[in-house]
């Protein structure tokens, strides 16, 4: 064997001259000590490592056997007992520090040959790139048999602040303490071989004294049909245990968005849910208004009510949230100042994430630093929306039920009583004309049907359109006034337009408004009844100039079936208000100047009363 051969003499201390001359020029001393020793031997192509004088053999030869499975390694001890536990570490030889140099010599050249023979130099370099490999990973890597760790790569230092010396004088029951160390050691003394692989979760002691959630999972090691110990990856699962936690709140939070009674409950109940589950202290919910031209702020956290004031309608085509609750698709600005839409290019707000809620309309998230949500924000946030969406639309319909069945119940009412009148009278003439041959009877019996059916056109309008509204836009107010008077018939009666101006409706159902307003004036104030139509900034009115209608009566004017005239059908007013709640707005009556009455339609109590006004 004439290749010289390169050793790291591990010793404390200085070398022993006596083991450096005896190996002679034939074997090149390295020396370093134990604690550089594994950086050294990562460093230098080394043959042979010698151990010398050090306080603990064993755990130098577990440290390198950790990093370096075949290469020779060479105790030098005169101590039986630390031979022994040296060559159950894994080490290579046991030779005397008083052994003839030729024979120390021997021992080593033998080493080096075998290593070199089973372990040419692309194995060392593959065994280093797998162990590169390995101290790559976040997971912590670790073999251990009966003895305690055998192999482990560098993560596993790293996290639990022991260096690879201690390391290997532990085994992994050691990492842990009280009750959880008497769980794995438990765990580890009841393993079944035939469960292998397994898996469980402890907290592990970390180096800054934290404790931290991993997920173990062990299997044995074999060395061809022989076990040899057990090998296991440990893995942080702080954020999978996060995740789970956070699932479950909002699983919770979830059961509170579907209880809100209305679209204004689950709006808090949102934000609500946004700071105290997933952090998010800034959050809006901005619902569309009933004219379907603006976003109105309906529920804020408080951190965000103080971090902004009062929050503005967000009117078309003047935002980011406009953008989104047009296209319907959820983003994410890391800063919004770079953003041309920005409603206010100077807000202190930075990051936003703005959440599409369907045709409902958005949630806001902001922060005041820049790109501050990562994928988990993005993530729970995303799923948060989602079910704000579908309690949104869970409180529209059961709003909808409701007024369906409160109409159901109106209309028996008036089935069984209103209708029940014009029909007895209709009764009454049919048998005084049967029994006196008098036909002039039948035209009462035809006024009554006619009643009926007037009473039942009304049932109807109410029953299929109800408070919806259609599509909304700009509506010259005076000219579907001048439409609709066209639609009554009385030809004695006047009609008179102050002030004119165009407001955002739905032209057919405010035409139903109209119509029904101005038959109410005919039928209590007579066939040549003057009726006005006043606008004004944010209302318009209907006044007459009949008999009016005392004060402790106006509130139940908008009751169905409510009439005081023979004729009347009782759901004009009825039909009124629900064409103006469907708008968003509201109806109240007051006396007209000549003593009428005045029927005023406010229309800035869509702005009052938001969204929910729909």
Not at 260 to 273: G, I, K, N, P, T
Not at 329 to 334: C, L, Q
Not at 347 to 372: P, Q
Request: proline share 4%; net charge negative; charged share 30%.
């Amino acid at each position: 064997m004439d290749e010289p051969i390169d050793a790291a003499y591990v010793v404390t201390g200085p070398p022993d001259d006596d083991v450096v001359n005896a190996l002679g020029r034939r074997v090149a001393i390295h020396a370093t000590d134990p604690r550089n020793a594994p950086a050294y031997l990562e460093a230098e192509p080394i043959d042979c490592v010698i151990v010398g004088s050090v306080e603990d053999p064993e755990a130098v030869v577990r440290t390198v056997r950790n990093r370096f499975c075949s290469l020779p390694i060479v105790v030098l001890t005169d101590s039986e007992r630390s031979a022994a536990t040296a060559l159950a570490a894994g080490a290579t030889d046991i030779a005397s520090p008083d052994e003839p140099s030729g024979l120390l010599r021997a021992r080593i050249e033998d080493a080096v040959e075998t290593f070199r023979t089973e372990s040419p130099a692309d194995g060392r370099r593959d065994r280093r790139f797998a162990d590169s490999m390995l101290d790559a990973l976040d997971d912590l890597v670790y073999a251990f048999d009966g003895e305690g760790f055998v192999h482990w790569n560098d993560r596993l230092a790293e996290v639990t602040g022991h260096a690879d010396g201690e390391l290997a004088r532990r085994h992994p029951v050691d990492l842990f303490e009280g009750s959880e160390a008497d769980r794995i050691a438990a765990a580890i003394d009841a393993c079944d071989v035939d469960a292998l692989p397994m898996t469980l979760e402890a907290e592990l002691e970390m180096n800054d004294g934290r404790s931290v959630p991993y997920e173990f999972t062990n299997t044995l090691l074999r060395d061809g049909d022989t076990v040899v110990g057990v090998v296991g990856v440990g893995r942080d699962v702080t954020e999978r245990r996060r995740t789970e936690r956070t699932l479950e709140r909002l699983l919770e939070a979830t059961h509170e968005l579907m209880d809100a009674e209305d679209e204004r409950a689950v709006a808090q109940a949102a934000v609500a849910a946004a700071g105290r589950v997933l952090g998010l202290d800034r959050t809006g919910i901005h619902l569309v208004d009933s004219t379907g031209e603006r976003l109105e702020p309906v529920a804020l956290t408080d951190a965000a009510e103080a971090s902004i004031g009062a929050v503005p309608a967000l009117e078309r085509g003047e935002s980011l949230a406009w953008e989104v609750f047009e296209a319907g698709t959820d983003r994410v600005y890391e800063d919004v100042h770079r953003q041309t839409e920005v409603h206010n290019p100077e807000t202190h707000l930075r990051s936003e994430m703005i959440f599409s809620l369907g045709e409902h309309g958005v949630m806001i998230v902001a922060s005041t630093d820049i790109d501050e949500f990562d994928d988990a924000d993005v993530y729970f946030a995303k799923l948060l929306s989602a079910t704000i969406t579908t309690a949104l639309e869970r409180a529209r319909r059961e709003a909808a039920l409701e007024y369906k069945n409160a109409q159901l119940e109106e209309f028996v009412g008036v089935v069984s009583h209103d209708l029940r009148n014009p029909l007895g009278v209709a009764e009454g003439y049919v048998e005084l004309a049967m029994e006196t041959d008098d036909r002039s009877h039948l035209e009462r019996v035809q006024r009554s049907h006619g009643r009926m059916r007037r009473i039942i056109d009304d049932l109807l309008l109410l029953a299929r359109e109800g408070r919806a509204v259609g599509t909304t836009g700009p509506v010259d107010l005076g000219a579907v006034a001048r439409r609709a008077w066209r639609n009554v018939e009385s030809p004695e009666a006047t009609l008179r337009i102050d002030d004119d101006r165009t407001i955002v409706a739905d032209e057919s159902r405010l035409m139903q408004l109209f119509e029904n307003a101005f038959r109410n004036a005919i039928e209590h104030a007579g066939p040549d009844v003057a009726v006005t139509v006043e606008a004004f900034e944010g209302e318009f009115a209907i006044a007459d100039d009949g008999p009016g209608i005392d004060p402790e009566e106006r509130e139940t004017v908008f009751e169905p079936g409510y009439t005081d005239a023979d004729e009347g059908t009782g759901f004009g007013m009825t039909i009124i208000e629900s064409v103006a709640e469907g708008h968003g707005w509201r109806c109240t009556i007051e006396e007209s100047d000549s003593g009428g009455l005045r029927l005023v339609v406010r229309m800035d109590e869509a702005e009052e009363q938001g969204p929910n006004a729909r």
